[in-house]
């Protein structure tokens, strides 16, 4: 069965810090991944997605950037981080196509001092 | 632009009693449609789903109704307990794209 990994589960952050949030699946091949961020009392915001290695869709613009180096391997980072980065960031993936749901991880609180 | 939406915020409901949850689109190239249950500090785990060759959608105690000429579906839960008490996304993809897009959510308290 396919099972994705989201860490850190929180993290606490001084603004202008870098940042590195990781995500991996399992027991899939080629999925389409997904960042989103949930800022407080909002609804689900997609930042990036990817259909494959190195392919990688902004949504919107910020001073964060994705990166997938491997099939199952999705990174968010930023080089500083701005109070507003503050929020719950999910990770998900899913197999377009074949309309089957995307499955999220678990989220990381991002929480910008 | 928003094109899912749920605009109601809140909703709280006596257990036992029916829930609806209701959910506008306006995008008419979207064809399948899934409902996310989310409690706090976790990520939304998939709930339901239903395409637009199809009007109704059962699993249990959830039923998903799509009204594609409104633009409008709808997740019910009968009858509703209190385990149910959590935050619903909607959300609608096109056959042609490889996003999803979600609602705001709507949080739903059942009191017992």
């Known amino acids: 069965s396919q099972t994705i990994h989201q860490w850190p589960a929180t993290l606490v952050q001084p603004v202008g810090s870098p940042l590195s949030l990781e995500c991996t699946v399992e027991?899939?091949?080629?999925?389409?991944l997904y960042w989103y961020r949930q800022a407080a009392g909002r609804g689900l915001q997609l930042l990036f997605y990817s259909v494959g290695i190195g392919q990688i869709s902004s949504e919107v613009p910020q001073n964060l950037s994705a990166s997938r180096p491997q099939d199952r391997q999705f990174i968010l980072s930023s080089k500083k981080l701005l109070l507003s980065d503050s929020g719950f960031y999910l990770c998900?993936?899913?197999?377009?196509?074949?309309?089957?749901?995307?499955?999220f991880g678990d989220g990381t609180r991002l929480s910008i001092l | 632009d928003q094109q899912v939406k749920q605009n109601s915020p809140s909703l709280s409901v006596q257990e036992g009693r029916i829930s609806i949850l209701n959910c506008d689109y306006t995008n008419s190239m979207f064809d399948y449609f899934l409902w996310y249950k989310k409690y706090p500090a976790e990520g939304p785990t998939f709930l339901i789903s239903i395409s637009s060759i199809k009007d109704k959608n059962e699993d249990g105690r959830f039923t998903v109704f799509l009204n594609k000429s409104a633009k409008h579906l709808s997740l019910h839960i009968v009858p509703s307990q209190p385990g149910d008490s959590a935050v619903y996304f909607c959300a609608a993809s096109a056959t042609t794209g490889n996003q999803f897009y979600f609602g705001t959510g709507t949080s739903l308290t059942v009191i017992p």
């Open positions: 027991g899939t091949s080629n999925p389409n």
């Open positions: 998900a993936w899913g197999l377009f196509g074949a309309r089957q749901p995307q499955h």
